[in-house]
């Protein structure tokens, strides 16, 4: 897929996440199918699967109806995530017009994890067989607590630290990256590192924006605005605030470039010294080679490391809804569309990265390097990273419309349009509102 397409809406939400990267209309109209039809007796099978935006499996589809003559697969993409969710929620709450796979992404699963008798348990078409595909936290955020599997995983977006190698060494740092990677293993030491570089480079920022920081670093703690019983937290997280906290500082203290994700002032911002680093999912190197040209060629680089371990920002995966009046058949296509084989064939084709551990050891993934990012191994860079990847967060059935809380806050702090205190105050008591407004609505 076309990450910066895939993944602007998302961010501009958590600018007003940015997780880093689902389905186009499935209309009432249009339903999908008349008969649950076994593949393997020749009687033709139609298959509808509603993705968003770039999925990259055009010649997937193609190659599967060539093994199954019978079958033919249809495509229903929406432009924007916004447009699929408008389009599922309808359909969902209408009871017809769902495809008969429908993607979902990480992000926001969590909230369909609640309807999990809306989709089919993909245990009764094998699930438990295939799920030792997957990294063992990937497969854990399409899990209901009850152990149903609603979802197989796509890709996923692993997070390391992209820096500009001229700035670092002009502000004195190093700038071989495995000498940078020692330089924050934690987010203490990276604030650290920014405070020591903007003391040298007074008119560079250290990082793009607090609110794409909040974002990688919200997604590392095991609770953010959910305990494991889906009780909202709110104030009760001591976490959550020091996070907060500590980003607040950092913005004080200059280390911002202040700059809304996905904005104009953004995408310009990749022309100039405006900032030094930024958390960096392996689909975010395309966007910054697009915005920097040839101004950034060889400038950018990217390090072995993310600050506390192991981050993760994107990824989907597939589902199959009820409504599906063949559901064995689309289970059979959602199985195949996300084997370590199709995984690796869309890494290659639109660098998506896989998600089953078994691609890790394909040369394929393993021998990519990166020419924009000096010659930088990324695909061995990027899959120490998804296996550094070990907290599994607990998100509830509201954790995306409150993160947009607590980003649109974050985002006036950042800017200089409220005290810190006053937006945190606020952030509360409108997350308290949405966590208290029944799923569904």
């Known amino acids: ?66 093994a199954h003559p019978n079958v033919k697969i249809t495509e229903r993409r929406a432009a924007t995530v916004d447009e699929h969710i408008k389009n599922l929620e309808t359909n969902l709450a209408s009871g017809s017009g769902m495809a008969d796979i429908e993607a979902m992404e990480v ?34 955020s399409a899990t209901t607590s009850d152990g149903r599997i609603i979802g197989y995983g796509t890709d996923i977006g692993p997070e390391a630290i992209c ?6 060494a002009r502000a004195g740092l190093p700038t071989d990256r495995a000498e940078v990677a020692k330089l924050f293993p934690d987010w203490t030491s990276y604030f650290a590192a920014g405070r020591r570089f903007k003391a040298k480079m007074p008119n560079s920022a250290w990082f793009d924006s607090a609110v794409l920081t909040w974002e990688a670093m919200r997604n590392q703690l095991i609770q953010a605005y959910y305990s494991n019983q889906d009780r909202y937290l709110g104030d009760e997280n001591e976490l959550l605030k020091r996070t907060w906290d500590q980003i607040v500082a950092a913005t004080e203290d200059g280390l911002s470039a ?13 022309r100039t010294d405006a900032f030094a680093t930024m958390a960096c999912p392996g689909w975010l190197l395309g966007v910054i080679a697009d915005n920097a040209g040839t101004f950034g060629k060889g400038k950018w680089d990217v390090a072995d490391v993310f600050p506390g371990g192991g981050g993760n920002w994107g990824g989907s995966y597939l589902t199959v809804p009820t409504q599906s009046t063949q559901p064995a058949e689309a289970a059979k296509l959602a199985a195949w569309l996300t084997a370590p084989e199709q995984q690796i064939k869309v890494f290659k084709k639109v660098g998506s990265f896989p998600s089953t551990v078994d691609a890790y050891e394909s040369e394929q993934v393993t021998a990519q390097v990166n020419p924009y990012f000096n010659n930088a191994p990324v695909g061995k860079i990027f899959v120490n990273r998804a296996n550094n990847v070990i907290l599994k967060q607990h998100k509830g059935p509201r954790d995306g419309e409150i993160n947009q809380v607590f980003t649109e806050a974050l985002a006036r702090v950042d800017e200089g349009k409220q005290s810190s205190s006053a937006a945190w105050k606020q952030a509360l008591r409108e997350a308290d509102k949405a966590a208290n407004t029944r799923v569904g609505n």
């Open 107 to 140: 992000s926001w699963i969590y909230k369909y994890l609640a309807k999990a008798d809306k989709f089919v348990d993909l245990r009764d078409h094998g699930a438990d067989e295939l799920k030792s595909r997957w990294l063992d936290w990937k497969v854990a």
């Open 1 to 66: 897929m076309r990450p910066m397409a895939r993944y602007r809406t998302a961010a501009v939400a958590l600018a007003c996440s940015l997780t880093l990267l689902v389905s186009a209309c499935a209309g009432a109209d249009d339903p999908a199918g008349d008969a649950s039809v076994d593949a393997g007796d020749g009687r033709p099978v139609e298959l509808t699967i509603a993705t968003f935006n770039e999925f990259g499996y055009s010649d997937l589809y193609r190659e599967y109806e060539a």
């Open 258 to 270: 202040k700059l809304p994700a996905w904005s104009d002032a953004w995408t310009k911002a990749f």
């Open 163 to 168: 820096y500009r190698r001229d700035l670092f």
